[in-house]
C-alpha cells in the first residue's frame, strides 16, 4: 500500500492542473458546509450558553388551572418548600438546588443619578436567591449575603457616612422615624441580560450613556419596602432599605434586582406570616451535564413540580432547523462537484490508458489500479476540503470583523459568530473526501477493467 | 516452458462490423525452458492477440495454454497479476516507459505491485541500477526515459522486464522502433541475456534476422500455425 501512495502523489503532481480544477466545486460546497455548520454551532454557544443556560432548570410548583373559554382560572397552586427542596436534591443527576423567593410586598426604588444623571422613581420587582448559587461566579461574591437584622441591633445615631464604620451608611432609620443612623448597605446583584438590553437598544432609544458592567458595580438605589406607586402595603409601615450593587450574574432576575433569599424572607415575613420564610415560588436545579437535562426534567415532573421552559428548547430547535437546511444546500453543492469530479476522473482514466495498461502489464491487479484512483480522489478531497475550510474560517473572521466595526450594538452581540470545533474540521474534510471517492468510484471501476492488451499493442 | 494446445480466440466486434472476429482457430505449439522462440506472420494475422494471452493480459480464449506449470485460464486476477509480475516479463515495441518518473523508477515499477516479501526503496534502487549496467546504459542513471534514444529506451524496458528475473520474456516487436544498428545490438542483448541467465525467449518479430537467430520460429496464418522448426529452415 505504501509503495501505491508513491504512485498516487506522483499523479497527484502531474496532473495537478486537473485535479485544481475539479476541486473547485468541492472547495465551494466545503467552504459553505463548514461556514454554515460553525455558524449554527457559533449561534447555539450564544443562545444557549448565554441566554438560556441549559444545565439548570427552574422548578414551579404545579398549578392547576382550569379553562373556561379565554380565560384560564388558577384553582390550587402548592407552594415550594424545603421538603420540596429535599425532594429535588434527592433526583439522580442533580448537583444542586437553589430555592428563589419573590418579595410578595411592593417595594420603589427611587436613585439612579449616579448613572443616568436624573433620579428616577421605580417600582422594583424583587427576587431572593440563595448566595451559595452565586458564589465565586464575580469578585466581590462573598459581599451577597444578608445583612444582620436592623429590629435586633440598636442602631448607633450619626450625621454623616464617615462617622459610621467602614462599608455602611449613614441614612434613614430601618422604619422610618426622624433622624440618621448608622445602617448596612443590603447587597444586590443583577442580571447581565438587563444589561444587554438595555446598552443594546434601550440605550439608544433614549440617547443614554452606554453602561459599562465594572462601572455599576458599588452603585447604589434607595429602596422603600411595602411601599407602592400603586398599591398601598397590607401594614400601613415601610421599611427603609439602600441597596448597593455587588454584581452580575445570569441567575438573578433577569428584570428587576436579585436580593439574598434570606434577606427575602426577613421582608415578607415582615409584611405577611412566618411561614413565608420557607414559602419559595421557584426552585433553581443545576444540573450535573447538560446531557442530563431531559431527563432530569422528567424526574422532576414525576415527582409533580412543574419545570418552566425558558424557551431554550425552542431557540435549539430553531438553530437545528436552520443548520440542517444550510448543511443540506451546502450537500447539494458538494454533491454537485462529485460530479465534475466525476467527469474529471474519467477524462484522466481514458487520458491514462496507457500508464494503467503498463502498472497492469508490470503486475497490478485490477484492485490495485482502482485503490490508486480512489487514493488519487481522496487526496483531492482532503486537499480540497482543507482549503474549502480555510476559506470558510477566513470568510468567517471577516464577518466578525464586519459586525465589530460595522453593526450597531444589539443584546447578546457576540464578538464572534461561529465555532470552529475539531469535529467540525474533521467532518468537513471527511465529507470532502468521501464525496470524492464516490465521484470517482465509477471512473476508477473503469480503469480497472480496461483491456491493457489494447492499450499495450497500440490499438 | 510454454505448452498450446487448440488456442481458440475470436474479438467480438461493435457498430457497423458487428460480429465474432475469430483470429485464432486453434493454434499449437511448444517452446521449451531456455529456448529462443520468433514468432512471425503478416501484419493482423494475431501474434500480438496470441501475445497478450501468453502474457496473463487476456484469459478471455478456449483451448489449453500453460506457462511455467500454470494453466492461465484457471488463474484468478490476483493470480494473474503476480504471473505478470514475476513469471514473466514484457517488451512491447513502443517502450510503453513512464515519463514522469525517472529510469530507475521505471525499472523498479513491478517491485510496487509484487505481493510477497516488500523491499524497502534503498534495495529496489540498487536492482534498478545494476540492471541498467547490465542492458548497458549505466551511464543513464537519475536521467529521464525522455532523455533517451530508441534503443536506449528499449534498453530500459528489457531491464524493467527482468527486474523480478522472470523464467519468460515476452517480446512483441522490440525491434520495430529502431534503426537496423539498433535493433541488431538489441538482438545481441537477448541472446547474451538467454546465454547468461536461461531466460526463455517469445519474440514477435518481422525482422528476418530475428527469425534467422532464433531457436524455434512459429509462423502464424490464417489463424493457425503454419510451420514450426528452427531459424534456419525458414531461412532456407
Ligand atoms: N481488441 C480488439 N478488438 C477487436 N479486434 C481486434 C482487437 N485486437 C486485435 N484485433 C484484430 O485481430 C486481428 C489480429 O490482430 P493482432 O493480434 O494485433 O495482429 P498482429 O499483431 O499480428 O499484427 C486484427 O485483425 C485486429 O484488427
Ligand atoms: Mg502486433
Known amino acids: ?25 468541492v472547495i465551494v460546497g466545503i467552504a459553505a458546509f463548514a461556514f454554515f455548520l460553525a455558524l449554527g454551532a457559533g449561534v447555539r454557544e450564544v443562545v444557549l450558553g448565554k441566554i438560556f443556560p441549559l444545565d439548570q432548570l427552574e422548578v414551579i410548583a404545579k398549578s392547576m388551572t382550569l379553562d373556561v373559554g379565554p380565560v384560564s382560572l388558577g384553582l390550587a397552586s402548592d407552594v415550594l418548600d424545603e ?34 444623571g436624573n433620579d428616577i422613581r421605580t417600582e422594583l420587582i424583587i427576587d431572593g436567591v440563595d448566595p451559595a448559587l452565586v458564589q465565586g461566579e464575580f469578585s466581590g461574591s462573598d459581599q451577597f449575603r444578608v445583612v444582620p437584622d436592623p429590629l435586633a441591633t440598636t442602631p448607633t445615631a450619626c450625621a454623616a457616612d464617615s462617622a459610621c464604620p467602614k462599608d455602611m451608611y449613614c441614612g434613614k432609620p430601618y422604619r422610618g422615624g426622624p433622624g440618621k443612623v448608622c445602617r448596612d448597605y443590603v447587597p444586590v446583584i443583577a442580571s447581565p441580560h438587563m444589561l444587554e438590553i438595555y446598552n443594546g437598544s434601550l440605550r439608544r432609544a433614549y440617547n443614554l450613556p452606554r453602561l459599562n458592567p465594572d462601572f455599576l458595580i458599588g452603585v447604589t438605589l434607595d429602596m422603600q419596602v411595602g411601599a407602592s406607586m ?19 450574574s445570569d441567575k438573578a432576575v433577569p428584570l428587576g434586582v436579585t436580593l439574598p433569599l434570606s434577606q427575602v424572607a426577613r421582608y415578607n415575613v415582615h409584611f405577611g406570616a412566618p411561614e413565608a420564610a420557607t414559602r419559595y415560588h421557584s426552585i433553581i436545579v443545576k444540573i450535573e451535564s447538560k446531557d442530563q437535562v431531559a431527563a432530569v426534567a422528567k424526574a422532576i415532573e414525576e415527582l409533580g413540580f412543574e419545570v418552566t ?8 430547535f430553531l438553530i437545528s432547523v436552520f443548520v440542517l437546511v444550510f448543511s443540506l444546500l451546502s450537500t447539494i453543492i458538494v454533491g454537485i462537484a462529485a460530479v465534475n469530479i466525476m467527469h474529471v476522473f474519467f477524462m484522466l482514466v481514458y487520458e491514462r490508458q496507457r500508464e494503467i495498461g503498463i502498472m497492469r502489464a508490470v503486475g497490478a491487479r485490477r484492485s490495485d489500479i482502482q485503490r490508486i484512483i480512489l487514493g488519487e480522489a481522496a487526496c483531492v478531497g482532503l486537499i480540497a476540503g482543507a482549503i474549502g475550510v480555510g476559506l470558510a474560517y477566513a470568510t468567517s473572521r471577516v464577518f466578525d470583523y464586519v459586525s465589530a466595526q460595522h453593526l450597531p450594538d444589539f443584546p447578546y452581540k457576540p464578538e464572534t459568530y461561529f465555532a470552529f470545533s475539531v469535529d467540525l474540521v474533521a467532518l468537513a474534510l471527511g465529507f470532502a473526501a468521501g464525496f470524492c471517492v464516490l465521484g470517482a468510484w465509477l471512473p476508477a471501476r473503469r480503469a480497472a477493467r480496461m483491456d491493457p492488451a489494447a492499450v499495450l499493442t497500440g490499438r | 516452458m510454454i505448452r498450446a494446445r487448440g488456442i481458440r480466440k475470436s474479438y467480438r466486434l461493435a457498430g457497423a462490423r458487428a460480429g465474432e472476429l475469430p483470429v485464432l482457430r486453434g493454434v499449437d505449439f511448444d517452446v521449451e525452458d531456455g529456448e529462443f522462440a520468433a514468432v512471425i506472420g503478416r501484419s493482423g494475422s494475431g501474434k500480438s492477440t496470441l501475445l497478450a494471452l501468453l502474457g496473463g493480459l487476456d484469459s478471455d480464449y478456449s483451448g489449453e495454454l500453460k506457462v511455467a506449470g500454470k494453466d492461465l485460464r484457471t488463474l484468478s486476477d490476483a493470480e494473474l497479476s503476480a504471473y505478470r509480475n514475476a513469471t514473466i516479463g514484457f517488451v512491447f515495441q513502443a517502450f510503453h516507459l513512464l515519463d514522469h518518473l525517472s529510469c530507475e523508477d521505471n525499472v523498479a515499477l513491478p517491485a510496487l505491485f509484487r505481493v510477497d516479501g516488500k523491499e524497502s526503496k534503498e534495495a529496489r534502487l540498487t536492482r534498478a541500477r545494476e540492471l541498467m549496467d547490465t542492458v548497458g546504459i549505466a551511464d543513464k542513471i537519475g536521467a529521464r526515459p525522455g532523455t533517451l534514444s530508441g534503443g536506449q529506451k528499449q534498453r530500459l524496458a528489457i531491464a524493467r522486464a527482468l527486474y523480478h528475473r522472470p523464467k519468460l520474456l515476452i517480446c512483441d516487436e522490440p525491434t520495430g522502433n529502431l ?31 530475428i527469425a534467422a537467430a532464433a531457436d524455434r520460429v512459429i509462423e502464424i496464418r490464417d489463424g493457425v500455425v503454419e510451420l514450426a522448426g528452427g531459424g534456419e529452415e525458414v531461412q532456407a
Open chain 1, 230 to 248: 400603586v398599591q398601598a402595603a397590607e401594614k400601613d409601615e415601610l421599611l427603609y432599605e439602600k441597596l448597593k450593587l455587588v454584581g452580575f
Open chain 1, 1 to 25: 500500500m505504501s509503495s501505491l501512495g508513491a504512485i498516487v502523489r506522483g499523479n497527484l503532481r502531474n496532473n495537478a492542473v486537473h485535479f485544481a480544477l475539479a476541486s473547485v466545486g
Open chain 1, 83 to 116: 421538603k420540596a427542596a429535599e425532594q429535588l436534591r434527592g433526583v439522580a443527576g442533580v448537583r444542586g438546588v437553589y430555592p428563589k423567593m419573590k418579595l410578595t410586598a411592593p417595594a420603589i426604588g427611587l436613585g439612579g443619578k449616579q448613572i443616568i
Open chain 2, 179 to 209: 534503426d537496423s544498428a539498433s535493433a541488431a545490438a538489441i538482438i545481441a542483448l537477448f541472446r547474451r541475456l538467454r546465454d547468461e541467465s536461461g531466460v526463455t525467449l517469445t519474440i514477435v518479430t518481422h525482422d528476418p534476422t
Open chain 1, 309 to 316: 421552559d425558558g424557551g431554550a428548547e425552542q431557540a435549539g
